[in-house]
Each structure stands twice: as C-alpha cells, then as structure tokens.
C-alpha cells in the first residue's frame, strides 16, 4: 500500500484528464456499439444515483462505513471504463462491489451474508448460488489488476476543517461532506485529486450554508457524527431546496471574488488562473461587492489563491458538481430501473 496519494496506484493508474477519460470512454462505445445502440441507458450520472441507491438499499441492514460506500462506487467506475454497462448484471455487481469494498476497507461481511441481503433486495436480479457473487468478484479484482486501495477526499477535508485561517464551521463541514459523498456520482474520483475534490465540496458548502440557514434546510451533524463523520449515514445535499438558486452564481464568485480579495496575486504556475464560464453567466459587481462584504469569502479565496491549486481545474470540477445536482433534478428511477430491466431480461443477465 502507498504511504500517500502520490506515490498510490491511484494517481498512477486511476486518474485521467478528461480529455483521456472521454478517449477512453469513446474506444469503449465503438467496440460495443451494437450493444449499446440496441439498448441505450441514460445519462451516465443517472446510472451513478441508480447504483448508488442500490448501494445504500443493501446496506440498510448491515452495518458499514461511509467509505465503504465510497469505495465502491470508484470501483463501479473503474470497472466501466472496460465493460459497458449493458454487459453486466449491475445488481449483482453493486453488491459484488460493496462486498470487496467492505473487505478493503477492513469492515467486511461474509460473503453469504451480503449475498442473502442481494437477493432478498433484488430477488429477480441475483442467483441463489454464492459462488456467481465470488466470480464477479474474481472479474471486478482483475479489471482493476488487482488496484484495490482508494484515496479519499474526507481527510483533507477535515485537515480544511482544522485549518484556522478558513475558520470552517460544524454546519459547513456537514454540508461539504455530503457533496463530497454526492461527487461520486460524477467523475471526479478518476480526475481529480482527493484534496482537491474536498476543496471544491468545501467552497460549494461555504456559497450553500447561508441558503440552507435562511430556508431552515440545514441538517446539523450529531456529536456522534461530528466525532465520527464516517460512521454517519450517506448525506447528500439533494433534497434541500434552492441547490439551483444558492449555485447559479457560483462561478462567477470563485473567478471574480479571488481578483477582488487578492489582486495581482498569483498561484503554483507563476499567475491566476481565472476563466470566465460560458455557461453560468454572472453579475461581476455583484460578485465582486459580496466577496469584499463577506470575511468568510475572503479567508475562502485568500486560501484558494495562496494554496497553489490549479484554480482552472477547481472551476471545472465545480461546474461538473454544480451539472450534477441539475441533472439529479431530473433522475426518475422508476424509468431507470424498467430500462436496466429490460436490458438484463433481453440479454440473459438476470439469472
């Protein structure tokens, strides 16, 4: 095992600039074209929330971690930048995927035990016998050549957490670890660093808290939970109101308020690198009065544009959270779940 993120199999292996991870991805349909053409699924982050919900479906009822969870929805996605989805029972490898994930990250469960759960939660999906389950497992460890071990971002957020510059509240580590557990549903765990995923759930938390105070969706951690966080229950931020309002201008904050806070001020590679969005169009004075007006946007920028981080990168995987959380406003899962049907009872995969 790699003492750190930088010398893991991860970084090496498990992590790609989007450009590479939509060759990849590209190389993968034209060999499946057929298949995928005869049984299209949705957008990829709606079968992310599906087999994710699957997840927490099955661990209802036996105890786990949150990074147990997390761990294996990086290994689903590992796992599909080989085999297309519509090749494989995702039932049986959601609970194939919590099974080795339970194990790697030293909380396991007997494979029969985890097996009764699957089928009695999906009795139609999963055979009766063990051994399939210890088969797609055998497949699951080899399509990662064995790479077992996930960095993840709950760290570096509570070394944010203690960072007393940032001066982070309970409230806002609460709500950045929920859009952390939320970023798996994205690409982010094969294109960003850990500590970068956990700033950008950091700053997203700091832009949401005032919305979730002033509509009273604020869901205050437990001291249990603040003295644990991972052996809470998997939050998300979806299903607290106003996500698209208290986001819409949050670009233009994190490009204009660094200017603003810290002119002339540079990072890593020897200057800012601010981009404006295309997409999320923004009032500039506005944006720059509410980060001269607010301390805790100034201590959030000053610590973004000192720490060196590829700011552009931020941006990017900000929008690819801020897109997420817009597109989960449209998962249905009913219709989700009657395509995956579909595809398993056509393609013989659901026995």
Request: glycine content about 4%; charged content about 20%; overall charge neutral.
């Amino acid at each position: 095992m790699a003492a750190n993120y930088w010398t893991s199999t991860q970084r090496k292996f498990w992590t790609f600039t989007p450009d590479k991870l939509v060759d990849i991805r590209d190389d993968l349909e034209k060999q499946n074209a057929k298949i995928i053409e005869q049984h299209p699924y949705p957008d990829r982050r709606h079968m992310m929330i599906f087999l994710r919900d699957r997840l927490l479906q099955l661990a209802k009822r036996l105890q786990f971690r949150q990074q147990c969870v997390a761990t294996a929805l990086v290994y689903l996605h590992r796992y599909f930048l080989s085999t297309p989805m519509q090749n494989v029972n995702l039932y049986l490898l959601a609970a194939t995927a919590f099974y080795l994930a339970s194990k790697t990250e030293e909380s396991p469960h007997h494979v029969r035990l985890v097996a009764a759960e699957a089928r009695q939660s999906w009795p139609e999906f999963i055979p009766g016998d063990v051994a399939r389950l210890g088969e797609m497992e055998f497949c699951l460890i080899s399509d990662m050549r064995s790479q077992l071990i996930v960095w993840h971002p709950y760290r570096s957020l509570i070394a944010l957490k203690e960072n007393q510059d940032l001066k982070l509240s309970n409230d806002e580590l609460g709500l950045a670890w929920s859009i952390i557990n939320d970023s798996f549903m994205t690409d982010l765990p094969l294109t960003c660093a850990p500590h970068l995923t956990a700033v950008i759930a950091m700053f997203l938390a700091v832009v949401f808290l005032p919305t979730a105070k002033s509509t009273g969706t604020l869901r205050p951690l437990s001291h249990e939970t603040l003295s644990n966080p991972d052996n809470g229950p998997f939050s998300s931020l979806v299903g607290r109101q106003n996500l698209s309002g208290s986001f819409g201008g949050v670009l233009g904050n994190l490009q204009m308020s660094s200017q603003a806070v810290l002119p002339n001020t540079s990072n890593g590679n020897g200057k800012a690198r601010m981009q404006q969005s295309d997409t999320q169009p923004f009032d500039k004075e506005k944006a720059i009065a509410t980060a001269k007006e607010s301390e805790k946007m100034q201590n959030t920028m000053k610590f973004l544009v000192e720490s060196g981080i590829d700011i552009e990168r931020m941006i990017e995987g900000t929008q690819e959270m801020i897109a997420l959380y817009d597109a989960w406003e449209q998962y249905n899962e009913k219709s989700v779940k009657d395509t995956v049907s579909r595809c398993l009872k056509s393609r013989g995969l659901d026995g």
